[in-house]
């Protein structure tokens, strides 16, 4: 059983930064990447940004390409999202998202409001 616990959303203004933390427990194995998921009120879920977790290779979205930064801690098994120039727009559900080799994982998200 692997566990992903999410935190650090919050509101935050336009233009602002936050910082999501996941940190992933239990039976952590064959680890092949960790990702951020998000889902806005209406809309599907839609994948923001991954890395690998043994080269750290990074892919995002194109509308958080040069805002949104996402690194890994392999000894605390905690993948970070360092997100800035909040927009309207990124406000959403974020999910945490591991791979194993063997199974996905999915965290309970975190709100992220981008608001005035």
């Known amino acids: 059983q692997v566990q992903l616990v999410e935190s650090g959303g919050g509101l935050v203004r336009p233009g602002g930064s936050l910082r999501l933390s996941c940190a992933a427990s239990g039976s952590i194995f064959n680890l092949l990447s960790m990702s951020w998921y998000r889902q806005a009120p209406g809309k599907e879920r839609e994948f923001v940004s991954s890395i690998t977790w043994n080269a750290g290779s990074t892919t995002y979205i194109n509308s958080v390409k040069g805002r949104f930064i996402i690194s890994r801690d392999k000894a605390k098994n905690t993948v970070v999202l360092l997100m800035n120039s909040l927009k309207p727009e990124d406000t959403a559900v974020y999910y945490c998202?591991?791979?194993?080799?063997?199974?996905?994982?999915w965290g309970q998200g975190t709100q992220v409001t981008v608001s005035l």
């Open positions: 998202n591991a791979v194993r080799s063997v199974a996905t994982h």
